[in-house]
């Protein structure tokens, strides 16, 4: 597959919140079942979902990355106050 070809519309640090090393069960809400061990590289993706001219993709994956670091320390317990440089 083409590099930026795969692309989320839920950030993959967004669904490692509730990963077991890579994978993530989820819910098929018609069949009502639940489907364990779902790689997180192809969840809430789409092939060029944001465009075809990957440049939006790219800045995208930026600010994934930046977000990536709150989101972990939130999830370790952390206020937003504490991130605050003020």
Not at 6 to 11: D, R
Not at 51 to 61: A, F, M, W
Request: charged share 20%; net charge negative.
């Amino acid at each position: 597959m083409p590099p930026y070809k795969n692309q989320h519309y839920v950030p993959q640090s967004y669904l490692r919140g509730w990963a077991t090393d890579s994978t993530v069960p989820i819910y098929h809400l018609e069949n009502e079942r639940e489907i364990p061990g779902q790689q997180i590289a192809n969840l809430c993706s789409r092939s060029y979902f944001n465009s075809e001219d990957t440049t939006i993709e790219k800045v995208l994956s930026r600010l994934e990355a930046a977000h990536a670091d709150v989101f972990n320390v939130l999830r370790d317990g952390a206020t937003l106050r504490s991130l605050s440089p003020w």
